[in-house]
Protein backbone atom coordinates (compact mmCIF):
# COMPACT_ATOMS: atom_id res chain seq x y z
CA UNK A 1 0.00 0.00 0.00
CA UNK A 2 0.99 3.97 -0.11
CA UNK A 3 3.59 4.77 2.48
CA UNK A 4 4.51 8.15 4.08
CA UNK A 5 7.73 9.25 4.67
CA UNK A 6 8.68 11.66 7.26
CA UNK A 7 12.02 13.95 7.77
CA UNK A 8 14.37 14.56 9.59
CA UNK A 9 14.06 11.34 11.30
CA UNK A 10 15.57 13.49 14.27
CA UNK A 11 15.59 17.02 14.94
CA UNK A 12 17.38 19.06 17.61
CA UNK A 13 17.16 22.59 18.29
CA UNK A 14 17.48 25.05 21.08
CA UNK A 15 14.50 26.63 22.95
CA UNK A 16 12.54 29.33 20.73
CA UNK A 17 14.21 28.11 17.42
CA UNK A 18 11.61 26.91 15.06
CA UNK A 19 10.92 23.53 13.23
CA UNK A 20 9.40 21.79 10.49
CA UNK A 21 9.21 18.44 9.63
CA UNK A 22 7.52 17.14 6.20
CA UNK A 23 5.95 14.35 5.09
CA UNK A 24 6.03 12.95 1.49
CA UNK A 25 4.08 10.68 -0.63
CA UNK A 26 4.55 9.01 -3.92
CA UNK A 27 1.21 9.03 -4.51
CA UNK A 28 -1.80 11.46 -3.93
CA UNK A 29 -3.44 11.58 -0.55
CA UNK A 30 -7.68 12.34 0.10
CA UNK A 31 -6.57 13.61 3.69
CA UNK A 32 -3.55 13.82 6.28
CA UNK A 33 -3.59 13.68 10.00
CA UNK A 34 -0.61 14.51 12.28
CA UNK A 35 -0.30 13.11 15.74
CA UNK A 36 2.31 13.98 18.30
CA UNK A 37 3.62 11.62 21.05
CA UNK A 38 5.17 12.12 24.27
CA UNK A 39 8.16 10.30 25.45
CA UNK A 40 6.25 7.37 27.04
CA UNK A 41 2.85 8.74 26.22
CA UNK A 42 0.52 7.54 23.10
CA UNK A 43 -0.08 9.61 19.75
CA UNK A 44 -2.81 12.48 20.34
CA UNK A 45 -4.38 13.84 17.33
CA UNK A 46 -3.22 17.23 16.33
CA UNK A 47 -5.44 17.60 13.52
CA UNK A 48 -6.78 16.72 9.74
CA UNK A 49 -6.56 18.23 6.55
CA UNK A 50 -8.62 17.46 3.76
CA UNK A 51 -8.27 19.95 1.27
CA UNK A 52 -5.35 20.56 -1.23
CA UNK A 53 -3.14 23.72 -0.35
CA UNK A 54 -5.00 23.55 3.23
CA UNK A 55 -3.32 25.78 5.80
CA UNK A 56 -4.31 25.64 9.46
CA UNK A 57 -2.72 27.09 12.72
CA UNK A 58 -2.49 25.85 16.45
CA UNK A 59 -1.50 28.71 18.39
CA UNK A 60 2.46 28.33 17.39
CA UNK A 61 1.76 25.12 15.09
CA UNK A 62 0.88 25.82 11.33
CA UNK A 63 -0.04 22.59 9.19
CA UNK A 64 -0.02 22.64 5.68
CA UNK A 65 -1.16 20.09 3.06
CA UNK A 66 0.54 20.46 -0.68
CA UNK A 67 -1.74 21.41 -3.51
CA UNK A 68 -0.77 18.17 -5.60
CA UNK A 69 -1.97 16.59 -1.99
CA UNK A 70 1.07 14.41 -1.82
CA UNK A 71 2.62 16.28 1.15
CA UNK A 72 2.49 17.59 4.27
CA UNK A 73 4.16 20.03 6.76
CA UNK A 74 4.44 21.04 10.27
CA UNK A 75 5.87 23.90 11.32
CA UNK A 76 6.84 25.28 14.79
CA UNK A 77 7.49 28.47 15.62
CA UNK A 78 10.07 29.65 18.67
CA UNK A 79 9.54 26.13 20.56
CA UNK A 80 9.35 25.64 24.14
CA UNK A 81 10.16 22.53 25.93
CA UNK A 82 6.68 21.23 26.31
CA UNK A 83 7.51 20.64 22.44
CA UNK A 84 9.39 17.53 22.71
CA UNK A 85 8.05 14.81 21.17
CA UNK A 86 7.93 12.44 18.37
CA UNK A 87 5.47 13.76 15.84
CA UNK A 88 3.84 12.11 12.88
CA UNK A 89 1.79 12.21 10.19
CA UNK A 90 -0.62 9.04 8.97
CA UNK A 91 -3.32 8.93 6.18
CA UNK A 92 -6.62 6.89 6.46
CA UNK A 93 -7.03 3.60 4.56
CA UNK A 94 -10.19 2.65 3.91
CA UNK A 95 -12.52 2.29 6.97
CA UNK A 96 -10.31 4.44 10.02
CA UNK A 97 -7.19 2.35 9.06
CA UNK A 98 -4.14 4.76 9.85
CA UNK A 99 -1.04 4.88 8.30
CA UNK A 100 1.52 6.38 10.49
CA UNK A 101 4.88 7.73 8.64
CA UNK A 102 8.17 7.04 11.10
CA UNK A 103 7.78 9.83 12.74
CA UNK A 104 9.76 12.67 13.38
CA UNK A 105 11.44 12.58 16.84
CA UNK A 106 12.32 16.64 18.34
CA UNK A 107 14.36 16.81 21.14
CA UNK A 108 15.04 20.47 22.67
CA UNK A 109 17.74 22.28 23.88
CA UNK A 110 16.47 24.55 27.09
CA UNK B 1 -15.36 11.39 30.39
CA UNK B 2 -13.43 8.47 30.60
CA UNK B 3 -11.08 7.92 27.53
CA UNK B 4 -9.61 5.23 26.18
CA UNK B 5 -8.91 2.76 28.62
CA UNK B 6 -6.24 -0.41 28.20
CA UNK B 7 -5.02 -2.98 30.84
CA UNK B 8 -2.46 -4.02 31.78
CA UNK B 9 0.26 -1.35 31.58
CA UNK B 10 3.36 -3.97 31.20
CA UNK B 11 3.14 -7.36 30.29
CA UNK B 12 6.22 -10.44 30.20
CA UNK B 13 5.86 -13.23 28.81
CA UNK B 14 7.87 -16.25 27.51
CA UNK B 15 8.33 -17.17 23.79
CA UNK B 16 5.74 -19.47 23.22
CA UNK B 17 2.69 -18.40 25.41
CA UNK B 18 -0.25 -16.62 25.04
CA UNK B 19 -1.60 -13.40 25.79
CA UNK B 20 -4.54 -11.44 26.20
CA UNK B 21 -4.66 -7.41 26.23
CA UNK B 22 -8.16 -5.98 26.84
CA UNK B 23 -9.31 -2.19 25.63
CA UNK B 24 -12.33 0.05 27.09
CA UNK B 25 -12.75 2.49 24.17
CA UNK B 26 -13.98 6.53 24.80
CA UNK B 27 -17.33 7.14 26.40
CA UNK B 28 -19.38 7.71 22.84
CA UNK B 29 -17.26 5.54 20.57
CA UNK B 30 -18.23 2.60 18.58
CA UNK B 31 -14.63 1.56 17.01
CA UNK B 32 -11.65 -0.06 18.35
CA UNK B 33 -8.43 -0.12 16.66
CA UNK B 34 -5.91 -1.97 17.44
CA UNK B 35 -1.74 -1.03 16.36
CA UNK B 36 1.17 -2.32 17.30
CA UNK B 37 4.41 -0.07 18.03
CA UNK B 38 7.33 -1.22 17.94
CA UNK B 39 10.36 0.95 19.58
CA UNK B 40 11.43 3.84 17.26
CA UNK B 41 8.34 2.97 14.78
CA UNK B 42 5.43 4.57 13.79
CA UNK B 43 1.91 2.20 15.61
CA UNK B 44 1.09 -0.41 12.72
CA UNK B 45 -2.40 -1.26 12.49
CA UNK B 46 -3.32 -4.76 13.38
CA UNK B 47 -7.38 -5.03 13.14
CA UNK B 48 -10.34 -2.70 13.60
CA UNK B 49 -13.82 -4.04 15.10
CA UNK B 50 -17.23 -2.83 14.78
CA UNK B 51 -20.45 -4.18 16.00
CA UNK B 52 -18.68 -7.05 17.10
CA UNK B 53 -16.90 -8.02 13.48
CA UNK B 54 -13.60 -7.47 12.22
CA UNK B 55 -13.91 -4.95 9.62
CA UNK B 56 -10.29 -4.48 8.33
CA UNK B 57 -7.18 -6.03 8.87
CA UNK B 58 -3.40 -4.98 8.80
CA UNK B 59 -0.69 -7.44 7.33
CA UNK B 60 -0.57 -9.57 10.78
CA UNK B 61 -0.84 -13.32 11.04
CA UNK B 62 -3.70 -15.15 12.13
CA UNK B 63 -1.40 -15.48 15.73
CA UNK B 64 -3.16 -12.17 16.33
CA UNK B 65 -6.83 -12.37 16.86
CA UNK B 66 -9.18 -9.85 18.61
CA UNK B 67 -12.80 -9.39 19.96
CA UNK B 68 -15.15 -7.12 20.49
CA UNK B 69 -17.96 -6.99 23.25
CA UNK B 70 -21.32 -5.76 22.93
CA UNK B 71 -20.42 -2.71 25.47
CA UNK B 72 -17.86 -1.84 22.64
CA UNK B 73 -14.52 -3.34 24.45
CA UNK B 74 -12.46 -5.28 23.13
CA UNK B 75 -9.65 -7.77 23.25
CA UNK B 76 -6.59 -8.52 21.79
CA UNK B 77 -5.06 -12.11 21.92
CA UNK B 78 -1.75 -13.30 20.39
CA UNK B 79 -0.90 -17.04 20.10
CA UNK B 80 2.76 -18.64 20.57
CA UNK B 81 4.41 -15.60 21.13
CA UNK B 82 7.93 -14.58 19.41
CA UNK B 83 10.64 -12.45 20.41
CA UNK B 84 9.74 -10.23 17.95
CA UNK B 85 6.02 -9.16 19.31
CA UNK B 86 7.57 -7.51 21.55
CA UNK B 87 6.43 -3.98 21.37
CA UNK B 88 3.82 -1.19 22.30
CA UNK B 89 0.07 -2.33 21.98
CA UNK B 90 -2.19 0.73 21.40
CA UNK B 91 -6.20 0.89 21.39
CA UNK B 92 -7.25 3.27 19.66
CA UNK B 93 -11.71 4.02 19.70
CA UNK B 94 -13.46 6.49 17.52
CA UNK B 95 -17.35 6.85 15.92
CA UNK B 96 -17.79 4.33 12.66
CA UNK B 97 -20.38 6.88 11.60
CA UNK B 98 -18.03 9.64 11.14
CA UNK B 99 -15.73 7.81 8.53
CA UNK B 100 -12.48 9.65 8.17
CA UNK B 101 -14.00 12.68 10.13
CA UNK B 102 -13.51 10.82 13.59
CA UNK B 103 -10.06 11.14 14.69
CA UNK B 104 -8.58 8.24 16.36
CA UNK B 105 -8.37 8.44 20.71
CA UNK B 106 -5.65 6.41 21.89
CA UNK B 107 -5.43 4.37 25.21
CA UNK B 108 -2.02 4.66 26.88
CA UNK B 109 -1.14 1.52 25.76
CA UNK B 110 0.14 -2.21 27.38
CA UNK B 111 4.10 -2.79 26.56
CA UNK B 112 4.40 -6.67 26.07
CA UNK B 113 7.90 -8.01 26.63
CA UNK B 114 8.57 -11.25 25.35
CA UNK B 115 11.71 -13.26 27.09
Known amino acids: GQQVMQIPQYQHVQEGEDFTTYCNSS?????IQWYKQRPGGHPVFLIQLVKSGEVKKQKRLTFQFGEAKKNSSLHITATQTTDVGTYFCAYIQGAQKLVFGQGTRLTINP | DAGVTQSPTHLIKTRGQQVTLRCSPK?????VSWYQQALGQGPQFIFQYYEEEERQRGNFPDRFSGHQFPNYSSELNVNALLLGDSALYLC??????????????FGNGTRLTVT
Open chain 1, 27 to 31: TTLSN
Open chain 2, 27 to 31: SGHDT
Open chain 2, 92 to 105: ASSRYARGYNSPLH
